[in-house]
C-alpha cells in the first residue's frame, strides 16, 4: 500500500466523524513526530509538524493534504515520492546456496563457508523455558536443561554436523515458494534416537545475516524430531546475496496553516449588526 493510499483510508475514516479533515493523532498517539510502518521491510515514514515561521518547502508535483494535530491546528501536509525498488529480488526468497554455486563462479566473493570462519570452535546458547539450546559450529547441537547455572540434568542430541548431508542439501534445495529469508544451511544428523520415530533427531542449522551479533535466534521443530535452529551472524551480511533490503524512510513535511482572521462585515462604515 503506497503512503497516499494510507491517508487515503485514513480520510474516508475521518470523513465518518465529525471533522472533515484527517486528524494526525489517527496516524500517531499523542506526539507530533513519530515513525509508522507495517513492518520492517515496508518503506518506514516519519511525520514532521513543522511551526509557521519555519515552513517546508516542497518540490514540483508533491501531493498535499490537510492535517488536525490535537490542538485543532491545520497543517498542509505534503506526501512525498515513492521511489520503485531496484532490489531484483521477489518478496519471496529462498536457500540461495544453489544460486551460489553459479554466482560465485563470476564473482570473487568469500563462500558462506569461508564467511562463517569466525563461529569456528565457538558455542552458542539460546534458553527458551525450560529448556536451553546448545549450538557449536561444525560440532554439535544439543538439547539441554540446566539447573543452578551450569548443572545439566537432562540431555539429547539433536544432531552432529554431516558435510556430506550438508552439501546433498545444499544441491537439492530449490523450493523458492516455501522460503521466507536468505539463508545457507548446515545439516547436523545422527541425534538421540527419537522415542516417537526410532530414528536419530536432526536439526537443519539456517544461518542469515544480521548487523548485529552472532547468537541462536529460533528454534522450531519442523516435524517429530527434526528441527530447523537460526543463527544469526553479521559476516555473511559481507555476501551481497544475504543481505537484507534496508527500509526506505520518508518524511511527510507539514506546514502550519495560519488561521485565517475573521473580518467583521461592514456595511456604510458601521458594523453589521443583526436585528434584535
Given at each position: 500500500?503506497?503512503?497516499?493510499?494510507?491517508?487515503?483510508?485514513?480520510?474516508?475514516?475521518?470523513?465518518?466523524?465529525?471533522?472533515?479533515?484527517?486528524?494526525?493523532?489517527?496516524?500517531?498517539?499523542?506526539?507530533l513526530?513519530?515513525?509508522?510502518?507495517?513492518?520492517?521491510?515496508?518503506?518506514?515514514?516519519?511525520?514532521?509538524?513543522?511551526?509557521?515561521?519555519?515552513?517546508?518547502?516542497?518540490?514540483?508535483?508533491?501531493?498535499?493534504?490537510?492535517?488536525?494535530?490535537?490542538?485543532?491546528?491545520?497543517?498542509?501536509?505534503?506526501?512525498?515520492?515513492?521511489?520503485?525498488?531496484?532490489?531484483?529480488?521477489?518478496?519471496?526468497?529462498?536457500?540461495?546456496?544453489?544460486?551460489?554455486?553459479?554466482?560465485?563462479?563470476?564473482?570473487?566473493?568469500?563462500?558462506?563457508?569461508?564467511?562463517?570462519?569466525?563461529?569456528?570452535?565457538?558455542?552458542?546458547?539460546?534458553?527458551?523455558?525450560?529448556?536451553?539450546?546448545?549450538?557449536?559450529?561444525?560440532?554439535?547441537?544439543?538439547?539441554?536443561?540446566?539447573?543452578?547455572?551450569t548443572?545439566?540434568?537432562?540431555?539429547?542430541?539433536?544432531g552432529?554436523?554431516?558435510?556430506?548431508?550438508?552439501?546433498?542439501?545444499?544441491?537439492?534445495?530449490?523450493?523458492?515458494?516455501?522460503?521466507?529469508?536468505?539463508?545457507?544451511?548446515?545439516?547436523?544428523?545422527?541425534?538421540?534416537?527419537?522415542?516417537l520415530t526410532?530414528?536419530?533427531?536432526?536439526?537443519?542449522?539456517r544461518?542469515?545475516?544480521?548487523?548485529?551479533?552472532?547468537?541462536?535466534?529460533?528454534?522450531?521443530?519442523?516435524?517429530?524430531?527434526k528441527?530447523?535452529?537460526?543463527?544469526?551472524?553479521?559476516?555473511?551480511?559481507?555476501?551481497?546475496?544475504?543481505?537484507?533490503?534496508?527500509?526506505?524512510?520518508?518524511?511527510i513535511?507539514?506546514?502550519?496553516?495560519?488561521?485565517?482572521?475573521?473580518?467583521?462585515?461592514?456595511?456604510?462604515?458601521?458594523?453589521?449588526?443583526?436585528?434584535?
Amino acid at each position: 500500500m503506497t503512503i497516499t493510499q494510507i491517508l487515503v483510508s485514513l480520510v474516508i475514516a475521518s470523513l465518518s466523524s465529525t471533522s472533515s479533515y484527517v486528524s494526525a493523532d489517527q496516524i500517531f498517539p499523542t506526539h507530533l513526530v513519530g515513525t509508522f510502518s507495517r513492518n520492517n521491510r515496508e518503506p518506514k515514514y516519519t511525520i514532521e509538524f513543522l511551526p509557521e515561521d519555519s515552513p517546508f518547502h516542497p518540490g514540483d508535483n508533491l501531493e498535499s493534504i490537510v492535517m488536525l494535530d490535537k490542538q485543532g491546528r491545520r497543517f498542509l501536509c505534503f506526501l512525498p515520492k515513492e521511489e520503485e525498488a531496484k532490489s531484483g529480488w521477489t518478496s519471496t526468497q529462498q536457500n540461495i546456496s544453489t544460486v551460489l554455486m553459479e554466482t560465485d563462479k563470476q564473482m570473487k566473493l568469500k563462500t558462506p563457508d569461508e564467511l562463517l570462519q569466525p563461529l569456528n570452535e565457538k558455542c552458542l546458547v539460546r534458553q527458551e523455558g525450560w529448556w536451553s539450546y546448545e549450538f557449536c559450529h561444525l560440532g554439535s547441537v544439543r538439547q539441554l536443561h540446566i539447573e543452578d547455572g551450569t548443572k545439566i540434568v537432562q540431555e539429547f542430541s539433536l544432531g552432529k554436523y554431516d558435510p556430506e548431508a550438508t552439501a546433498a542439501f545444499n544441491q537439492t534445495v530449490s523450493d523458492a515458494s516455501t522460503m521466507k529469508e536468505r539463508y545457507h544451511s548446515h545439516i547436523y544428523t545422527n541425534g538421540t534416537t527419537c522415542d516417537l520415530t526410532g530414528t536419530p533427531r536432526e536439526v537443519e542449522v539456517r544461518f542469515v545475516c544480521a548487523e548485529t551479533k552472532a547468537m541462536v535466534t529460533s528454534i522450531t521443530e519442523l516435524s517429530t524430531c527434526k528441527y530447523a535452529l537460526t543463527v544469526q551472524c553479521p559476516t555473511l551480511c559481507k555476501h551481497p546475496l544475504f543481505q537484507l533490503e534496508k527500509p526506505v524512510s520518508h518524511t511527510i513535511h507539514c506546514n502550519l496553516i495560519p488561521d485565517a482572521t475573521t473580518n467583521e462585515e461592514v456595511v456604510d462604515g458601521s458594523p453589521n449588526v443583526a436585528d434584535s
